[in-house]
């Protein structure tokens, strides 16, 4: 089942103890204007097994308290190593994630129980190698992603649920159909049990396509304008709380890669009655090699090769050919294999002890 791994379970552990129970655009790449196909514009994803890319994060906000009209900043820098493990249970591929190079500024309310200091440091142990497996349809499509765990403090919850938002900048779901420039579709989203415990998420994500280009690595680049409404309701046992969420991004997408190269947008969230939170993100993806995986999809599973002939075997001991095997012909030699039992020594060693007894008798005879 996927889940946050160890990482995050063993920071949360540190969290108790330290007391936290067109054309280019100028800042963009270089980019020409290219003609799009007649047969039209089609997006798709590399997914193989093994298949991996590599994410740069720069996500900075501004959080306006609802009440006091007080605003504060912080900002949150990472990297992000996707692998392709294969199949999911229940549909779609599965996806892990593994976080590196936490850089976190933060801020936090007036009153809070505990330091900034302490704050930073366990939250940026509890980032850094955090591993998340999240599940993705073959059209992009986000199909599951891990729930934190109600047990998670507020403030660490905020900035989690900050860095798995970033799964899903990952990919963007994309007709199956090839696209004319200026078409657009539309995707619904919907996770979660309306009205059970834990998060209901609904919205609708509006996608543009906005040009055809080539970019300086000569890959075939199409730019989609991206909108999204999104409402959240998080159900707990002493009640119901709703989240509503707005956005505009840019996504540059790589049809001649089949992956998403980055997104650049904006996100109003509204907590309702607390705080409206202004975002500003930048994700940066490049497509990796692909490794080899085990049989069962997942490359945290290698097989054990014991046999030094085998050919994919890595180890010190050298191969021994059949061919160059000594025969070994005494059945007593621990090494031997065949039909012949072993007659112990002690048997053999028996008789000659008597033999040379009888001898030494005969001599004192003689003597006497």
């Known amino acids: ?24 655009c100028s800042s963009g790449p270089k980019m020409t204007k290219i003609e799009a196909p007649a047969e039209g514009i089609r997006l798709s994803y590399d ?7 590599a994410g740069h994060v720069r996500r900075s906000e501004t959080v306006r308290d609802a009440l006091s009209g007080s605003s504060m900043t912080r900002s949150l820098a990472f990297d992000v190593d996707l692998t392709v493990a294969g199949p999911a249970e229940g549909g779609g591929n599965k996806v892990i994630a593994r976080f590196k190079n936490i850089d976190l500024k933060w801020s936090l309310p007036a009153g809070t129980p505990f330091s900034l200091n302490e704050f930073t440091q366990s939250a940026t142990a509890a980032l850094q190698g955090l591993e998340v497996d999240f599940h993705v349809g073959n059209d992009g499509k986000v199909l599951y992603r891990p729930p934190i ?7 660490l919850r905020i900035v989690l649920t900050g860095v798995l938002d970033v799964l899903e900048t990952a990919f963007l779901t994309v007709p199956e159909r090839p696209l004319k420039i200026g078409e ?44 999204e409404k999104e409402r959240s309701v998080t159900t707990t046992k002493e009640g119901s709380h709703e989240n509503k969420k707005e956005s505009k991004a840019t996504s540059l997408f790589s049809t001649s890669g089949s992956y998403l190269v980055s997104t650049k947008g904006e996100i109003t969230e509204f907590d309702t009655g607390n705080s409206t939170t202004f975002i500003k993100i930048n994700v940066d993806w490049t497509k990796g090699e692909r490794l080899a995986v085990s049989p069962a999809g997942d490359d945290r599973q290698v097989q054990s090769i014991n046999d030094p002939c085998d050919p994919d075997y890595v180890g010190a001991e050298d191969c021994v050919a059949a061919d160059e095997v000594q025969s070994i012909s005494d059945p007593c030699d621990p090494d031997y294999v065949g039909p012949d039992d072993c007659t112990p020594a002690a048997e053999g060693e028996s008789g000659a002890a008597e033999g040379e007894a009888g001898a030494e008798g005969e001599a004192a005879s003689a003597a006497d």
């Open 1 to 24: 089942m996927s889940r946050l791994v160890r990482p995050l379970r063993a920071a949360l552990v540190a969290l108790a103890l330290a007391g936290i129970a067109g054309g280019a």
């Open 47 to 53: 997914l193989q097994a093994g298949q991996t890319y």
């Open 149 to 155: 765990p109600d047990s998670i403090p507020m403030e």
């Open 184 to 227: 657009t579709w539309d995707d619904e989203k919907k996770r979660g049990r309306e009205g059970k415990l834990g998060v209901y998420t609904t919205g609708t994500v509006n996608t543009k396509v906005a040009g055809f280009f080539r970019n300086e690595q000569e890959e075939e680049i199409a730019k989609l304008e991206i909108t």
